[in-house]
């Protein structure tokens, strides 16, 4: 067998090992209503709305004591 015939099949990525991790968040509707509103205007999936808002949140937090 000739090398261009060889099927060569890379190996799956396990999930987890992509840089994201899945987790359950519990919120007020209003604000599932919100980031609804913005998806549908801007065309971006509430999973990406929700991860630069988190971004931007983390950016500009500041701890006070």
């Known amino acids: 067998m000739s090398k261009?015939?060889?099927l060569i099949i890379k190996a799956k990525k396990f999930k987890g090992n992509d840089g994201y991790k899945t987790f359950s968040i519990r919120i007020k509707e209003e604000v599932v209503d919100n980031i609804d509103s913005i998806s549908?205007?801007?065309g971006r999936s509430r999973n990406e709305l929700i991860g630069i808002f988190l971004?931007?949140?983390?950016?500009?937090?500041?701890?006070e004591e």
């Open 55 to 63: 971004e931007y949140a983390i950016n500009h937090c500041k701890i």
């Open 4 to 6: 261009s015939d060889e």
């Open 40 to 42: 549908s205007q801007t």
